[in-house]
């Protein structure tokens, strides 16, 4: 994962699509499903048909703040800005959820899983249950460089505002065939011209980007005692961003009497879309279904599938 070098403009651009997914419910959960950071809804988009055409759900996958814009202007997000756009999501799906009468479920991929757990905190009496899949608390995966678990220094250097990793391969997929569409898609990009970002997502990590994002993080731990509707959390053996710590740590410490912990075998970080993703969508549909059947949070023993 090598580092680029540049000083990008924050120039935002008016013709950026949104590629955020809303699809309406028919009868089922109200979902509101957040990617991951440098990510794009694509990344969620088998889950939301899935959970949409066999669960009969209403899902809602935004696009959070900045993303799909040029890079200069995504490095320099806030955390505040970033949460607040998913925030946002979130009183709309419930709005969406009250006005139904249906559960609400909040989940997502990475940072997504972060994210959703701060909701689940901040709301707990609106969450009926949260799906984490490869949550991101540390960035402790197997292909992490080890110039990259240096990264919270460059919080107090000028560095971090010049600073890029370009994405390398697996890309956190396991599957090859989807890892090459993503490798070629990736080429055409440089720091300078990110065209694409808003399908796929970035082919580069501001380095700024992840020092704005650590006291996220950190407040995230310190809350996950107020998280108390049933969790789910899908987590790859093998990941190679974010190991099995991240999830066995959420798991330990949310206050939730029912939480599930499902280990994957054959999968890398973007477990939504690689190659256990019918998996995945199986253990989705049967979580968001348990709650559809009890009408709110269900509370039931805790219980780990190893």
């Known amino acids: 994962m090598p580092v680029e070098w540049a000083w990008l403009e924050a120039r935002r651009r008016d013709d950026v699509p949104d590629r955020g997914l809303k699809l309406p419910p028919r009868g089922g ?33 935004p696009q959070l703040a900045n993303h799909g814009q040029p ?21 709309a799906a419930r709005d969406e959820a009250r006005t139904r009468g249906a559960p609400l479920v909040v989940g997502g991929l990475s940072l997504g899983a972060i994210l959703s757990l701060m909701l689940a905190a901040e709301f707990p009496a609106d969450v009926a249950g949260v799906v984490c899949l490869s949550p991101t608390l540390f960035y402790d995966g197997w292909n992490v460089p080890w110039l990259r678990r240096l990264l919270p220094l460059a ?25 090459a569409r993503v490798a070629e898609q990736y080429a055409g990009m440089s720091l300078r011209d990110s065209e694409g970002a808003a399908d796929l997502g970035y082919a580069h990590f501001p380095v700024r980007l992840f020092c704005e994002m650590q006291p996220l993080i950190e ?7 107020r998280v108390t509707s049933p969790v789910l959390l899908v987590q790859a053996e093998r990941d190679d961003m974010t190991g099995p710590r991240n999830a066995r740590y959420i798991y330990r410490r949310v206050a939730s009497e029912r939480r599930e912990l499902i280990m994957l075998g054959n999968s ?7 190659l256990e993703r019918a998996s995945v969508g ?5 979580f968001c279904g348990s709650l559809q059947a009890a009408g709110a949070p269900v509370r039931e023993k805790a219980v780990a599938h190893a």
């Open 29 to 61: 959960c109200v979902t509101l499903l957040l990617h991951g950071l440098t990510g794009s809804p694509a990344e969620l988009a088998y889950l939301a048909f899935r959970l949409h055409r066999e669960g009969r759900a209403g899902v809602r996958c």
């Open 155 to 179: 919080r107090f250097t000028p560095l971090k505002n010049f600073s890029y990793f370009r994405e390398g391969e697996p890309f956190g997929l396991k599957d090859e065939a989807l890892r």
């Open 282 to 286: 199986d253990h989705m549909l049967r």
């Open 268 to 274: 890398y970080h973007v477990v939504s879309a690689d």
């Open 219 to 225: 407040r995230c731990k310190r809350i996950l005692p």
């Open 71 to 91: 890079l200069g202007v995504l490095a320099r997000t806030t955390r505040r800005e970033l949460y607040e756009s998913a925030r946002q999501a979130f009183v």
